[in-house]
């Protein structure tokens, strides 16, 4: 975690959108932005600089 960052980094169908959800306890999930769309090759990137002193998150990508 540099500078108490995180970095999601996935794959999916390429020109797709996908929201990046966060759990504290995989039980309830929160959108953390507008769907981000995977580049040509399916690759997308997810970079989460609101961590504050959380003690753990749970990330997920989700097809809209």
Known sequence: LANNHFV???SGVPNTPYHIEVSNDLVSFS????AITTDSSGAFL???ANLGNLPKRFYRAVYP
Do not use: H, S
């Open 46 to 48: 997810y970079e989460d």
């Open 31 to 34: 959108p953390l932005q507008p």
């Open 8 to 10: 999601v980094r996935g």
